[in-house]
């Protein structure tokens, strides 16, 4: 299940969420791309390199000011290049399932991407679920409001998800269920935000806290995600093929005030550092941080995941 506090949090930031969530769509192009350069190159995209990282098959990263960190050397260990693997075929009916659908922001990439395909959203957020009811008018598209780590039942050819998989309260046990829903054969892609996200906000609480003569400040809640190495495990553990590869995006806001607010209307803190900023306490933060970074900037480390179930088929 979802921790309660991630559920109050976006379900009361529902309307504003894609106003805000500027690392999220940038993850949702990359996931999109990392998906169809997963399916290999008859299905749109090419093989991926030796070393088993498969790059997505969008626009340069620089482009969008992404720094893409994908070069570096990738553990060897479970990693493997599935350009060849069955996947579903791009325009032939096929079934994808979209745990942590939120507002919809990238089952409608899905729907565009994949036309002959039903895609099934499923949130926690009933909040959530209506934003994207009233904002996709799609015969193919269907939701329902359920948390995503209990789903036990049903066969899909791509289980995809952009940005929710680090809310989950077990990401071993969730990927486990997720492999049982590949039955014939298929597809996991996920994106999932990292422990360096929010980087420097996490230095100015810290730096902020020993100017008050505390030795150890408050921490973003991002700090405490998952690494690298620990999705590595999890995803080892529950399909025979799987890797991992990185992005990161950049942000700046004009005061720590709509950076917080952004943290506030995306959810993407999910806790820690305080509910409530004191005038005082922003006041100092924002000094800190600005003294440190020159502005108030915002990294997001994305990790771009994918485990694949070798089958004959994926009808």
């Known amino acids: 299940m979802v921790d309660p506090d991630v559920l109050r949090r976006f379900s009361a930031g529902a309307a504003r969420y894609d106003a ?38 969008s626009e340069p990263a620089p482009k969008r000011g992404i720094v893409d960190t994908g070069g570096e050397p990738a553990p060897n260990r479970g990693i ?32 565009d991407a994949f036309r002959g395909a039903s895609v099934f959203g499923v949130d926690i957020s009933e909040a959530m679920v209506r934003v994207a009811k009233r904002g996709i008018d799609d015969a193919r598209a269907r939701f329902a409001v359920a948390d995503a780590e209990e789903i036990a039942t049903g066969s899909y050819d791509l289980v995809t998800s952009n940005a929710a998989f680090q809310w989950f309260l077990s990401l071993p046990r969730t990927l486990v269920r ?16 990292g422990p360096e996200t929010y980087a420097e906000l996490d230095a ?67 806790g820690g550092a305080g509910e409530s900023w004191s005038p005082g306490m922003l006041t100092r933060v924002e000094e800190a941080y600005r003294e440190r ?13 994918r485990g694949v179930i070798p089958g004959g088929g994926t009808g």
């Open 178 to 193: 997720m492999a049982s829903l590949l039955p014939g054969g298929g597809l996991l892609t996920f994106s999932f935000f």
């Open 20 to 57: 805000h969530a500027h690392a999220q769509r940038l993850s949702a192009v990359d996931l999109l791309g990392y998906t169809e350069a997963s399916m290999g190159p008859d299905h749109g995209g090419g093989r991926a390199p030796e070393r088993g990282i498969v790059e997505p098959r």
């Open 80 to 111: 493997v290049d599935a350009g060849g693997e069955p996947a579903p075929n791009r325009g032939r009916a096929f079934k994808i399932l979209e745990p942590g659908c939120g507002t919809g922001l990238y089952t409608r990439m899905l729907l």
């Open 204 to 270: 100015a609480l810290r730096a902020s806290a020993l100017r008050c003569g505390a030795n150890d400040g408050a921490r973003v809640a991002a700090a405490a995600f998952h690494s690298r190495e620990e999705i590595s495990d999890a995803l080892s553990a529950a399909f025979p093929r799987w890797d991992v590869a990185e992005r990161r995006y950049h942000q700046e806001f004009p005061t720590l005030a709509d950076l917080l607010r952004s943290i506030r209307y995306t959810g993407t803190r999910g």
């Open 293 to 305: 970074d020159g502005g108030i900037k915002a990294t997001y480390q994305v990790f771009l995941c």
